[in-house]
């Protein structure tokens, strides 16, 4: 049984259609599935509380960002491929244990390592460039496409993921991931 701490209850993140919080703006304090009413483009974000994943389409869909508390004055400072941002969902900040089993080949198959920690290199640790299949056991983490936690990211919660489209990877390479925690 997991035993998490949940530290925060009010989340808070604005966008702005500008880089540097410039023009118009829309501040968000729960779950959006459609951002497109309030902003036609999104060029910079102040994240007040927690954690919050954006997305690139509404209704959740397209590329994933996953921010922290702080700012990011322009799209490329959260990793953004364009400043296109349409939906959002907001998660606690919590403390717990973490605990992932990623697989080399779908349906947790071939070989299997188990992770208590962030890994900057998942070739260094696995011998491996792909991850077919993974099995969040405890907490929420973050798979990105390069090493050192850079390029596309993926948002990981509790549960079985068969193969990376069930993540919603556009195909198995992960070159980094971590937990997702205070930085």
Same mark, same amino acid.
């Given at each position: ?50 954690? !919050?994943?954006? #997305? +690139?389409?509404? =209704? %959740?869909? *397209?590329?994933? $960002?996953?921010?922290?508390? /702080? @700012?990011?004055?322009? &799209? ?64 929420? !983490?973050?798979? #990105? +496409?390069?090493? =050192? %936690?850079? *390029?596309?990211? $993926?948002?990981?919660?509790? /549960? @079985?993921?068969?193969? &990376? ?19």
């Amino acid at each position: 049984m997991t035993s998490i701490t949940i530290l925060s209850l009010n989340f808070m993140i604005i966008f702005y259609e500008d880089r540097n919080f410039q023009g118009r703006h829309y501040e968000c304090s729960t779950d959006c599935a459609d951002l497109s009413p309030y902003l036609n483009r999104c060029n910079s974000i102040r994240v007040d509380s927690d954690w !919050w994943v954006l #997305y +690139e389409k509404p =209704n %959740y869909m *397209g590329y994933q $960002y996953v921010l922290s508390r /702080g @700012e990011y004055p322009d &799209y490329q400072r959260w990793m953004g491929f364009n400043d296109c941002v349409r939906s959002c969902r907001s998660y606690p900040h919590v403390r717990g244990t973490y605990r992932i089993r990623i697989y080399e080949r779908p349906d947790f198959g071939g070989q299997m390592m188990e992770f208590m920690d962030d890994c900057p290199s998942v070739y260094d640790r696995f011998r491996y460039r792909d991850i077919h299949s993974c099995h969040v056991m405890d907490g929420y !983490w973050i798979f #990105y +496409e390069h090493p =050192n %936690y850079r *390029g596309r990211q $993926y948002f990981m919660r509790p /549960g @079985e993921y068969k193969r &990376y489209s069930d993540w919603g990877g556009y195909n198995s390479t992960i070159g980094s991931f971590r937990r997702m925690r205070d930085f």
